[in-house]
Structures are given as C-alpha cells and as structure tokens.
C-alpha cells in the first residue's frame, strides 16, 4: 500500500487485500485477545451478509452506537463493504443531542449496545425515519422500535460480499465537535478516510507498528488514524475501552504499542503523575496527537516524543512534519501532495509570514476533504467561502513556512485591547504540578471586552488557594493574560470528540459566572445566582 492510487483507497477492498496479505498476523488486540486480518475479514463478511438480509445497501445511512469492541469494527467495515453510510455516535449521548444527531442524519436503521437501547425510548415517536435498530446484547425492557439481536447477523456464514464502491464515496457522516452551537455532520468519503490514514502512516514512520487506542473509535481519531492506519500499514492497533491514566504505561507494555493515539489532555495527566523507576521501561516511541509544547518534558520523563501535526476530521492532515524534524510549538508545513493551505484576515487576503489569522485549505486531489456538512447547506456554503474551506482555526506560519496553531477563531479573548490565545495560557496553567486540566474562557467585562476566567480541575487530593495560582499564572506569563476569575470543578464538560465544550462554561451562572467562581479583585467569592 506504499505505492498510492486513489482509486485503490476503498476501505472493504483494502482489508480484503491486507487478508490476502497478511492473513494470519495480528491485525486487533484487545485485552480480551488478538484477531486477524484473516479473522476480521471474514467476520466483517457475516455481518456484512447479515445487514444485506436486512435490506442495507448502497447509500443507506446507519447509526452506530457501540463501544470500544471488535463489533464496532466489524460493523463499520461491513458498512462500507456494502456501500452503506456509517454514523458513529458518541456513547455519552442523550436526549436532544442524541435525537439531534440520529433526525439530522436521515439514519434509517441503528446498531447499538443494549446498555445505551434505553436513551431510544423517549425518542423512538420523534424517529419516524428510524425503521430498523439491531441491538448488541440483551435488552431489559422495550425501547419502542422493532428489535434485531446482533447475534443473528452473524448467523450468516462467511461468504465474501461484493459490492461495487469507489474511492468517492461515502463512508462516514461523522459528527464535529459543536464547540459553539449543535455538531454538524461532515460527509467523508472512503479517500478521505484512508489518504488520512495514510499520511498519518507516513508522518509517524510507523509502518508495521502497533499502535495504542484508548481514544473512542466513533471519533476520526481513533477510527481513521489509529485502527485504518494499521490496516493500510500492515500492523496492528491495540484497542482499549478508553484512558486510564492509572494502567496506561501497563497496557503499553503487554501490547509491544510503538505510537499512542492520543488527546492533548492525556499528556499533562501522565506528567503529573508521581515518577517511578519505570517511566522509561516501556516499547513506546511517540504520542500522536499531542502538541510539540510538550515534547520536551516528555522525552526526558518518559523517553517519548510528541508529534503534532494539524488535523481536522474535515480535511485530514493537514499539516506536519519529517519524523522527527519537529519545530517546537509548530504543527508542521502543508501537505503538499494533498492541499494548498494558506493564512487569510476576514475578507479571505492571504496574510504574509507572522500575521495571525484563519488557517484555510484547498484541495489538490478529489475527495480528499469533506464534500460539505449533510444536510446544512448555509453552513456548507459558509465553510467554503471564496473556494477555501474556512476551519475555524487562528494560526500563523513562519518565514520557513512552519505553521502554528493558535486557537479557535471564537475561542480567542480579548482584554483590554490585547488579544489572548487561551491555548496559550491553559498551556502554562497546566504545567502548575497539581492541575489535572484548564479550560480558559472569556467572560463579560464591566471596563469593555472581556476578563479571563479560568476553569480547573485539580489532582485527587490537591488543594490550590486561587492566589496561589494566580501567582504560579503572574510568575509566567504577560499581566493581561493573568485571569481575573478562578474556579474549580471535578471535571470539564466535554463534546462529543472529547474537547472542552467551552460554549457550555459559558452558558453556566450570569455569563459564565457562578457561585462558585473566585474573583480575584473582589478577593472573595462571588454572589451570584447560578
């Protein structure tokens, strides 16, 4: 698969191939076991066969809510052997945002795990369009749908299933983040997906490795870059119910794992856990995604880089650089066989080297980024602007044409006339050896703009007087950027691709404000009604 064609990206034709290839080696390692290429192809063939008994086919659209779990996988690769449209869920949904996302979807049919079948109940009259839901497991009580065990999609033998399916296709509507407002479903296709995996292959050099996945696999990350670029590079993917920072170094070991799919998150969690004389007593060489802001503590606490590239589920990667030749802070130069990237103010001019302002990509190859958000053409229309797909990001690149994150365009504050990156300063905050995570948000201002609040989650049994953090904040960086308001919480709200949904600590108290927030001019807490 080194040689790329795009006609050849076909997800069900590669993992044929990989069967025909690489048939008995180790494709999936859970802790329950090892599967295959051999074993999922034929496994991803009976359910295949078993959803084509049910009448799914070719442009079907069909919500899938499991866990972490060989089923997923199966289900996701028979999907797209049959031509069908998966709609990965995120397993915390519910209510209205469950409802929001199965309605927006035009999902006909549902496969979902029997501990998640009770959040359909009070949904089920609102679905009309929902005719089918196969259950994973053994439901308690009716959900309001007609039912179909998983199990009986198995009872089909495994026949090879063949269907025609090309590179342009759709394989996935897979929902944003919605940071501001409802998620979106971006619409990608099977190059999408795969040139993603591929390139994530080539800027990690981790051909025929094993990677680790404790991310979920309904998000892009864990999917397209952690277990499709296994398959396209012939190694295999150690997949894990989600992160435990506590058996973390454990699992990289019993699973020989050489790259770490990972969330920012992750990185100050493990750093902040107290030294043992085995933090470099493990296989593993790099975090992938992590920030290069982190790449030095890492490699001299743990031995381990952290390549950052710019990724987006809308437009794969993006960005990156050579392994190895990382630029600290810097997400890397354009990927150039796959897109012109550029810089632009608000009326779409290209900005000069050193200039902040919206990162935007075009592409050079069909299909290679989303074909627009499924049913929200405004939206669509608003994203592709002047033949530019706008990501919403602030950045800049350097004279050598290094690109560097900044933040999201609506996740910037500005305070007393300065412009403050709240990557930036929850970066240094969680350096503070007892904060877990941050989230930096801007809040109303009784002068004009706004002030800095600062939302935090400590370690288990840590205690940090809001001034004492204030003082670690003033030690390190610029006196406009040290917040105003403090306050701590047991954990962050999150989206459903596990980023900090900031538009919720926005919507809590008056403003963002809450009872429970410290305002370091009044020196004392808040009354205010939440």
């Known amino acids: 698969m080194r040689s790329e064609k795009l006609d050849d990206l076909v997800v069900g034709d590669v993992l044929r191939h990989r069967a025909i290839t690489h048939r008995t080696e180790t494709f999936l390692k859970f802790h329950e076991g090892e599967l295959s290429y051999g074993d999922v192809d034929s496994m991803t063939d009976r359910v295949a ?219 100050p969690i493990l750093l ?45 990667i993006v960005t990156g650089s050579p392994y190895g030749e990382w630029r600290l802070g810097s997400c890397g130069t354009p990927n150039e066989r796959r897109f012109d990237v550029g810089v632009v103010d608000a009326h779409d001019h290209l900005l000069g080297p050193g200039e902040p302002g919206e990162l935007v990509v075009r592409p050079k190859q069909p299909f290679v980024i989303t074909t627009g958000y499924y049913g929200a053409p405004d939206a669509t229309a608003e994203a592709f602007r002047n033949l530019w797909y706008h990501t919403g990001d602030r950045g800049y690149r350097d004279e050598d044409g290094y690109y560097f994150f900044l933040d999201r365009m609506k996740d910037a504050i500005r305070r007393r006339g300065e412009n403050i990156s709240a990557f930036d300063l929850e970066c240094e905050v969680n350096l503070h050896p007892d904060v877990v995570e941050c989230a930096a948000t801007g809040v109303p201002s009784e002068l004009e703009e706004e002030d800095v609040k600062l939302t935090v989650v400590l370690r288990p049994g840590s205690t940090v007087d809001p001034e004492e953090l204030v003082a670690f904040c003033e030690d390190r960086l610029p006196r406009f950027m040290v917040p105003r308001y403090i306050e701590y919480v047991d954990a962050l709200p999150r989206t459903p691709t596990d980023k900090v949904a900031k538009y919720r600590l926005k919507e809590q108290g008056d403003h963002g404000l809450t009872e429970a927030t410290w305002d370091r001019e009044a020196d004392s807490r808040t009354e205010r009604t939440a």
């Open 272 to 316: 902040n856990k107290p030294e043992t004389p085995r933090d470099k007593d493990h296989p593993l060489e790099t975090f992938y995604m992590g920030k290069s802001i982190l790449d030095e503590p890492l490699l001299a606490r743990f031995g381990v880089r952290s390549a950052e590239t710019y990724t987006s589920t809308e437009a794969g």
């Open 49 to 267: 066969g078993g959803l084509a008994a049910q009448g799914v086919g070719s442009g079907q659209h069909v919500a899938v809510m499991l866990p972490n779990c060989p089923d997923f996988l199966f289900t996701i690769f028979a999907l797209a052997r049959l031509g069908a449209v998966a709609v990965p869920v995120n397993t915390a949904h519910q209510g209205e945002l469950l409802g929001h996302v199965l309605a927006s979807s035009d999902s006909s049919a549902m496969i979902i795990d029997a501990a998640y079948a009770d959040r359909l109940t009070p949904l089920a009259h609102r679905l009309p369009g929902l005719g089918r839901v196969i259950v994973r497991g053994a439901l308690e009580r009716p959900i309001g749908k007609a039912v179909l065990p998983f199990s009986e999609l198995l009872a089909h033998g495994a026949e090879p299933v063949s269907r025609a399916v090309a590179f342009s296709d759709l394989l996935a509507i897979m929902y944003t983040s919605g940071t501001t407002g409802p998620s979106k479903g971006a619409m990608c296709s099977h190059a999408l997906a795969l040139t993603c995996a591929i390139d994530s292959l080539d800027y990690l050099d981790r051909w025929g490795k094993t990677i680790y996945c404790p991310l979920p696999l309904f998000h892009a990350a864990g999917l397209w870059d952690g277990v499709f670029s296994a398959m396209v590079g012939g190694g295999a993917i150690a997949v894990t119910d989600r992160f435990h920072a506590s058996r973390f170094w454990d699992d990289v070991r019993a699973f020989d794992a050489k790259v770490c799919m990972s969330v920012f998150s992750m990185i």
